[in-house]
C-alpha cells in the first residue's frame, strides 16, 4: 500500500508503554482510517492514548471483535502480539487481509542504507555504541551522511521521521526477535547486519531454542554480495552447537552469493578503558569497532570514542557512592543469565556484593545463577513473587559450597534498606533482578528509577 489516504487500517496493540503509538500516529498523519484494538482496558492505556490526541483515531479496548476487519485494508500487528496464538490475527489471514507491523513498513519505505543489531544480550548497548560513535565521526566518514538515525527496539519509531531521511543518511536499528519474526517478508535486509549473542530467550513465544535462532537470523534473509555480515564468536559457536551451518535459508545460498563476512571476539585494545564495566562491553566495543572498519573508519579514532561511551539507563548504571558502598542499577537484567553477566562485570568486587534479586515469577532454572551467587556474593537479598524459588535453589547447594547471607523480603523498597543496612564499605550494591517486574512494577524502568530515587534521596 502506498497511499494510506482514506483506507481503512486496524492496528492490533497499542501497549500500556506506547509500542504501538508511533505507528499509529504516522498512520493517521498519512490520512489512514485507524482503528486501534488492544485488551487491555482504556485506564490501562491512558499515557499511550494521550500522545495521540488530537489525531482522528477510533478505539476498541477490552477486546478484539473480528467485525472490526469487516472493511479494513490492512492490519498491523504489534511485536507483542503472538501471531501464532491470536485468532484476530488468523481471522484477517481467512479474509485475506494484508498483515504488517511497524519495522515491515519503515523497512519498505526507509531510502536510507540500514545498520541493523540483533542478539540476546548486548543488542541495546551495541546499537548505542554503534550509534554515538557514528554520530561523532559522521565528518570523517565516507561520503559523510547529512544524517544518521537510531530507531527500533531501542524506543524510537522513526516512521514519522520517513520525509527528512535521504538515501545519504545512515539509519541504524535495534531489532528484537518479535520485531524480526516477519521482516523476512519484506524484500530487503540491512546492508550491514550484526548478531551479538545467543542464548534461549522467549521460548514461550518462539517454542524452541533452535526456532528462536531461526527468528534471529532472519536480519541476514536477504544481504546480498554487497552487504556485510558480522557475528560474534560466541554466536557462531552456539549457532555450530544448535546445528546451523550457514546464515541463509539453504533455498537462498544456491541463488544468490552470501555477503562478506566478518567475526569478533573481544576489543582486547580496549581493555581496562571502556567507562562501562564488564567483558561483555568489550564484546560490544568490538561489535562497534568492526562496524566502523567496515564504514572505513579509523580504527583509533574509534576506539577514542568508544572509551567516551557512558553506558544505557539500568544497565550496570552507577547510581552513586553512600557511605562508602557503591549502589550500581541493573534492573534490566530480566533473565537469570543477565545477573550471571552482571556479576562477572564486577569481578573485582568478589565476594564484596550485596545482591538485590527477584521479581514476577517465570519458572527460570536458578542452578547456574545460584552457583554464581556462591561465587560472587557475600549477601543476597530476594524479593518479589519469585523469590521463595530462588531461596531454595539457591540452598540446595548447602554442603557443596560456601552460602552467602541470604535474606527474603516482601515489599521492593524494603529490600533496599535492607541492602542499605547490610553492605559495608569498600562493597557494592548491586540491582540485577533476573526476572520481568510484573509483579510490582510496570516495567523494568519503572523499577531502576523507583531504585534510583531511593539511593539519591539518601542523605
Known sequence: MSDFRNQHVVVMGLGRFGGGVGVTRWLAEQ????????????????????????????????????SLLDDAQLLVVSPAV????????????????????????????CPARIIGIT???????????????????????????????????IGVSLLSDLPDITPQDLVVLELSSFQLDDLDAIPRSPFLAVLTYLMPQHLDRHGTYHSYIRTKLKIFTHQTAADYAVVSESAWSELEKEGFDTLYPQHRTEHRPIPQMHTYALADQLAGQLAVLGSHNLANAAAALTVGRILGLDETTCAAELKKFRG????????????????????????????????????????????LAGGYNKNFDFTRLSEAICDHTRAVIFFGECRSA????LRELEGRRMLPTIKTVHDFRGGINLARRLAKPGEIVL????????????????????????????I
Request: glycine share 6%; charged share 25%; aromatic share 10%.
Open 31 to 66: 490520512g489512514a482510517k485507524v482503528v486501534v484494538t488492544d485488551l487491555s482496558p482504556a485506564e490501562q492505556l491512558q499515557k499511550s492514548m494521550a500522545k495521540l490526541e488530537g489525531l482522528q483515531i477510533e478505539y476498541h479496548l477490552g477486546s478484539h471483535p473480528e
Open 119 to 153: 542478539g540476546s544480550l548486548g543488542k541495546s548497548t551495541s546499537t548505542a555504541m554503534i550509534f554515538d560513535m557514528l554520530h561523532a565521526l559522521r565528518p570523517t566518514l565516507p561520503n559523510q551522511p547529512p544524517n544518521i538515525w537510531l530507531g527500533g527496539n
Open 82 to 109: 503472538d501471531k501464532s496464538k491470536a485468532p484476530f490475527v488468523e481471522a484477517a489471514r481467512r479474509r485475506r487481509i494484508p498483515i504488517s507491523s511497524e519495522m515491515n513498513l519503515f523497512f519498505e519505505r
Open 390 to 393: 530462588m531461596q531454595q535453589s
Open 431 to 458: 540491582l540485577s533482578p533476573g526476572h520481568p517486574s510484573y509483579d510490582e512494577f510496570a516495567n523494568y524502568e519503572e523499577r531502576g528509577d523507583a531504585f534510583r530515587q531511593m539511593v539519591t534521596g539518601w
Open 312 to 355: 544505557l539507563p539500568h544497565r550496570l548504571e552507577f547510581i552513586r557512592e553512600y557511605e562508602g558502598v557503591r549502589y550500581y542499577d541493573d534492573s534490566k537484567a530480566t533473565t537469570p543469565e543477565a545477573v550471571i553477566t552482571a556479576l562477572q562485570a564486577l569481578e573485582d568486587y568478589r565476594h564484596r556484593l550485596v545482591l
